[in-house]
C-alpha cells in the first residue's frame, strides 16, 4: 500500500508563512507527478500548484509569487513553501501522489489533509 501523509498545517496570522510536507512511502519506484490541492468550506477541491518527477511546477494563479512547490525524488517528499499566507488561502491541503509502487504498480495516492488557517 502506499501512505501520503501532509504535515505542517496549523494557524497562522495573515503575512504569515507555513510549510506543508507531503511524505509518501510503499516501495514506490518512482513518481510521475504531485499536486498539493486546497478544499474551503463551501468550495470545491482545488489544484494549488503540482510538480513533476523532472521538477516542472505549475501553480495556479492564487499561489503565484508565494507558493514555492519543491521535491526531494531520493526521498519521496515534496514541499509547499506558502509565504505571505491571506485568510483565502484557509483550507484543507491535500497532496496527491501519482507514481508508481511495487507491488502495486500505477497508483494515485491522497493524503489525509492538513489544515491551513490563516486569521485577519
Known amino acids: 500500500q502506499v501512505h ?3 504535515s505542517g498545517g ?5 503575512g504569515g508563512s507555513l510549510k506543508l510536507t507531503c511524505v509518501a512511502s510503499g516501495n514506490i519506484s518512482g ?3 504531485t499536486g498539493w490541492h486546497r478544499q ?11 510538480i513533476t518527477n523532472g ?4 501553480y495556479k494563479d492564487p499561489a503565484k509569487g508565494r507558493f514555492t512547490i519543491s521535491r ?3 526521498k519521496n517528499t515534496v514541499t509547499l513553501q506558502m509565504n ?9 491541503y491535500y497532496c496527491k501522489v501519482s507514481g ?7 497508483f494515485d495516492s491522497w493524503g489525509q489533509g492538513t489544515q491551513v488557517t490563516v486569521s485577519s
Open 84 to 92: 505571505d499566507l491571506q485568510p483565502d488561502d484557509t483550507a484543507v
Open 31 to 33: 513518481t510521475y507527478v
Open 100 to 106: 508508481w509502487a511495487l507491488p502495486l504498480g500505477p
Open 55 to 58: 521538477g516542472s511546477a505549475n
Open 40 to 50: 474551503a468550506p463551501g468550495k470545491e477541491r482545488e489544484l494549488v500548484a503540482a
Open 72 to 74: 526531494d525524488n531520493a
Open 4 to 6: 501520503v501523509v501532509e
Open 10 to 14: 496549523g494557524r497562522v496570522q495573515s
